[in-house]
């Protein structure tokens, strides 16, 4: 490829980076838990699109392709796996974790509750509940039938509901212990 | 309060905890060394897919097959997205079973014990039911010399053990090659010089010299199969993450297998590699193709699987899905390795996945499955059959309790 051609691609490239990086790290957040994790995964998303880019034919779609890609990076057992040797043989430098809001109560029940969802679970629900995508979408996302992701939306609401709102008190003893 | 209630409450709350993330702490730099480091991993998980494992006993009286020889009609369930470069060639095979097979763990009927080596923690298990705690984990292993040969990719070595399981030596690099026949092996280790090359020797330690490859080109060597007497099919990764295809005879400049991004699988009984030919990380999905090593040319390709390993005789091929870096794969596919006929394809439910997937005997695959909160080994076939081959184990997805040593 040309010089020119590589820095033109670059160039467009890092501009939608640029602009769409904040949003991405919101939902990796959300997967993920923690802000590290969350750099990491958009990072991994990230050059895994800049390996397709020339592929983009329709730019509108970038954002779902990145969401698709970063949705089953983080479900990815062999990334899992990966990530496990790099931690075993490079340092993982110190970060600040992400200041956790001070919250109380049923809020930090919720999102304690978020964090133990399964993988999957979880995700269909950022993608469902944060991103507000429609079922088809995140069934198409996830490779999982429509039925599973309502199946697993509602299992999700009842389980918040006997777990969340019946003992709120367990969560904010938990928040308040740390 | 109700479920409409509820949705808000929590739509409401992933908001909030996502407000206070964001800027821009990721460069552009750090996006080019990851795209990097993507393909060099690509190339490593995909050698742990088709990690070649090899059986204490080894299958016994191998069904030499000539796959240009036939004689019963061809299976009734054509993979319809496989592109031929010949006119097909009918093969035979077992009845061929309709659509996708639930690879379901639960109501799977107990078949008998695994007939291969595989891992548990630190101790290895025989097809015998003998065991031997080797004092450490290793992520793939053979029975080499009166003892064995493994790797770790945390430490990016592979070891020499006594049978106890004692260190011997270790070498720079991972990956084991076996002979169909299970008497060679190759593994990767490095020259005086410094860069990596591969060794050849038999499995029983007899042979008096190991042979290196020579004239490699630069970069990590890993061995993916013998396609030949003494002819080793291995992918070399250079700094840059680029993978390519070589075969070696051990004597002269190895030969490249171009169309070939990364090789899964190969057979010395047909002469062949499995590998991936493209792969489209925006649509998840590649497309992957078996070549013939002699002529240098594809025999045919599909977008519908992985290929990985082949049958020890050769006649079949394994698949899984198409784009491994996936939520787990969901996709077990036994076809006939001469033209691509998909004889069985097992898939698991939803939320369940895929781990592990080897050849056991010439008409026997091992599948390690997780599947609602427990691990599986499921015994699959070209006939669609089905059964457990070891009692399930309860535990979490990324607790694998098993790995399967290593396989031609």
Known sequence: ?178 | MNGSNEKDMLARELRDRAEHVGGHPITFDGVKHGARRIQRRRRIVSGAVAVAVIAVAVPVGLQVTDLTRSTTPGPANPSPSVTRTDEPTPSPTPAAPEGPIPATGATAPRGEDAGITYLAGPVVHRPSGSSTDLGGVYDAIAPYDNGWIGYRWATGLTYKLAADGKVEWSNEGVGLAISSDGTDLSYPTRTKDGSFALALDSTDGSRQMTRLTTALPAGTVQPVGFTADERVAYTIETDTGESTVYVTDFSGPPARLDGLITAHGANDVTGVVAGTTSVDDLEQSSCSAVMEVANQRSLWETCDYTLTQFSPDGRYVLGTDAYGDGIGGRTAAILDASDGTVLAEYTTEDLGFTHQLVWETDTTALLSTHQDGTWYMLRLAPDGTIEQALDPVRADPESAPWKFGARP
């Open chain 1, 1 to 178: 490829m040309e010089r020119r051609v590589v820095a033109d691609r670059d160039s467009e490239f890092e501009a939608y980076m640029q602009a769409r990086q904040p949003s991405l790290l919101r939902t990796a957040y959300l997967l993920t838990g923690d802000q590290h994790s969350a750099e990491d995964l958009v990072q991994t998303a990230l050059a895994k699109l800049y390996l397709s880019w020339d592929k983009v034919q329709r730019r509108e779609l970038i954002d779902g392709y990145v969401r698709r890609i970063m949705v089953n990076e983080h479900n990815s057992l062999w990334r899992r796996a990966w990530k496990k040797r790099e931690v075993a043989t490079d340092r993982v430098p110190d970060r600040a974790a992400a200041a956790d809001r001070v919250d109380h109560g049923e809020s930090a029940a919720l999102w304690e509750f978020v964090q133990t969802l399964p993988r999957k679970q979880r995700a269909v629900i950022v993608l469902r509940y944060y991103e507000d995508l429609s079922e088809a979408e995140v069934a198409d996302i996830l490779g999982i039938s429509v039925g599973t992701v309502k199946s697993q939306a509602s299992r999700a609401l009842a389980s918040m509901r006997s777990r969340v709102h019946t003992q709120p008190t367990l969560a904010q003893d938990r928040e308040e212990e740390r």
